[in-house]
């Protein structure tokens, strides 16, 4: 499928430098907490089942956390790492500046073979725990014109104040006070604020105003290193006694009978094992956009067409008197179409993370301060804007500026804009189960421009700010300014269309924000109740509709406000 052979270019941009690390084998595992019961059995341990499980116990409700993967952060005894942290309490995941290398492979951060058809991380943590840790509070009108009663703006209001309560977001990354790798920074103000009228502002001071706006971007950090709910929530949640994380279980699918819950069946250490609720226990999936709705399907929950195909092969656990009809799981499943635009420039200087073999000044400086090129990931700007519809809805863009070049443009004066859609877009795809026998969930093929009018949209949008740089080709780069290398300057509007609908290196890349692939109102309640069930939930990215800005604070409210519905009806 196209969106999977996406992750062939994100991967190589990601991991250009970045090189294998040591694999980490320890699991922890035990025995009395599967013969005990659970009032919740929380699945996956990612940015949004830790705050659940978190609040949840701090309710005073037996709380299970279940996780496929293992350790991630130091403090969760994460011990990938490179030489020069050896001696430390960091992991590789502790170090912002070493997101990059996750790409490369060679970890077991990252889910294995056969568990879902995506490039996506199984670890304490999820994906927070390997993305770059941009932390943008969605506008307003991501809850007001997408969501809905319950989950408006006003209504998660309070949901997002106990998040930032909990996880501070940060415009100042580097521990110093200074900021680093700053020539791409002022290229792109140049550009944008002198040139194409969009104004500067502090995204945390205006997180309603994304439109034609241009800053530094925010992260979730913690004194120089990563943050995210692993460093708060999970932490919180340890101190209880109400509460167990357990990992290396993979959670088969979840036991029920027409929609009321009893528990869930793993597999741990080989072994399958039944995991029981408590009278009126529940059990929510936390294992993202694509795999919720894949254990909702292996549990007899889903599309018709798809139980049927799953009991035709003899791989589903229940007869047809136990299933339930939702033809909702799964569908709307949503990524960012992503367009890498290779950018020259004569202030330009390019700065490249190395994983095994940083500069030692900037080493030594993140070591013993936490300060430098380290102490962030390589994001210098980020800028939005929107693009009015004829049906009276917009068209949400997005654009992050990287610190070095990708591809075949990597000398030291280039710089990669990554441009997508966001909110608003026509297209999306579903889950599918693959039909090698194995039914394993993955995205469809149809999940980026599928509708055509997306790409002329976001195509419309290179073309206008292309039109606030010098003119320039590859060959006859301006002498002043930002010169587009793999799109010329002068490209046509139906030239740049063309370019960013049809898969390269450059284009159709997926960024793996996942989500929308089990929507509040129409495969769950504003409750999160999976609709035809009793006591089953889905509280993460699935049950969003796409936002403006990366999904991360957005699936963390989700969790908060998630959590907060579901108590209310317990």
């Known amino acids: 499928m196209k969106s999977l052979l996406t992750l062939t270019s994100i991967a190589g941009f990601f991991s250009q430098t970045a090189l294998g690390a040591p694999r980490f084998v320890a699991r922890q595992n035990s025995t009395p907490w599967s013969t005990q019961e659970w009032d919740a059995i929380v699945v996956g341990a990612g940015t949004a089942g830790i705050i659940v499980a978190d609040r949840l116990s701090e309710a005073g409700k037996k709380t299970l956390l279940l996780e496929l993967g293992g350790a991630s952060y130091g403090i969760t005894g994460g011990t990938e790492r490179p030489a020069w942290l050896d001696g430390t309490d960091l992991s590789r995941v502790d170090v912002p500046g070493l997101y990059k290398s996750i790409f490369n492979g060679g970890t077991d951060i990252l889910c294995p073979s056969g568990v879902m058809n995506s490039f996506q991380a199984c670890t304490i943590g999820g994906n927070s725990a390997i993305n770059a840790g941009l932390y943008f509070q969605p506008p307003a009108s991501d809850w007001d014109d997408w969501h809905p009663e319950g989950w408006k703006s006003a209504d998660v209001q309070n949901a997002t104040q106990r998040l930032l309560d909990m996880q501070a977001s940060v415009t100042s990354y580097s521990e110093d006070g200074k900021f680093y790798m700053q020539s791409g920074y002022e290229a792109a103000k140049q550009w944008l604020v002198d040139s194409a009228n969009f104004t500067e502002v502090s995204f945390n001071e205006t997180p309603d105003n994304k439109d034609r706006v241009f800053g530094r971007p925010v992260y979730n950090y913690i004194g120089g290193q990563r943050g995210g709910p692993t460093r708060t ?23 029920h009978v027409g929609g009321v819950a009893s528990g869930v069946t793993a597999k741990v250490d080989g072994s399958e094992v039944e995991i029981s609720l408590s009278e009126n226990g529940r059990v929510i999936l936390s294992a993202g956009a694509i795999g919720s709705p894949g254990l909702l399907m292996h549990s007899g929950i889903g599309p018709v067409d798809t139980l049927f195909n799953m009991s035709d092969a003899g791989v589903m656990p229940f007869n047809s008197t136990s299933w339930v009809f939702n033809p909702s799981v799964g569908e709307g499943l949503f990524d960012n179409p992503n367009t890498f635009i290779e950018l020259s420039g004569p202030t330009i200087q390019s700065y490249v993370h190395n994983y095994n073999d940083p500069i030692p000044a900037d080493r030594d400086l993140y070591l013993s301060s936490r300060s430098g090129p380290y102490a962030f990931a390589s994001q210098t700007s980020a800028f939005w804007a929107y693009l009015p519809n004829p049906d009276g809805t917009k068209t949400g863009l997005q654009g992050t500026i990287d610190s070095a070049g990708f591809g075949e443009f990597t000398k030291n004066n280039t710089i990669t804009l990554n441009i997508y859609g966001t909110s608003g877009l026509g297209s999306s795809g579903s889950v599918v189960l ?9 995205p469809s093929s149809d999940v980026y421009y599928s509708d055509p009018r997306d790409g002329l949209n976001i195509a419309t949008f290179i073309h206008s ?60 309640d504003a409750d999160t109740k999976v609709i035809g069930t009793e006591n089953i939930h889905v509280i993460d990215a699935s049950i969003l509709s796409p936002l403006t800005v990366n999904p991360q604070f957005g699936v963390m409210v989700a969790g908060e406000k998630g959590a907060e519905r579901m108590l209310a009806t317990w």
Do not use: M
Not at 475 to 494: R, Y
């Open 233 to 255: 929530y999970l932490q919180e949640a340890l101190k209880r006694d109400n509460f167990h994380l357990q990992t290396g279980v993979h959670v088969k699918h979840v036991n």
């Open 434 to 442: 693959s039909n090698d026998g194995k039914f394993t969930p993955g």
């Open 465 to 524: 700010i292309f039109q606030a740089l010098p003119p320039s080709t590859p060959d006859a780069p301006a002498a002043n300014g930002l010169t587009p290398l793999n799109i010329p300057q002068n490209s046509t509007v139906e030239e740049i269309r063309k370019y960013i609908t049809t898969y390269s290196t450059y284009a159709v890349g997926s960024v793996q924000h996942w989500s929308s692939s089990c929507r509040i109102g129409k495969c769950v």
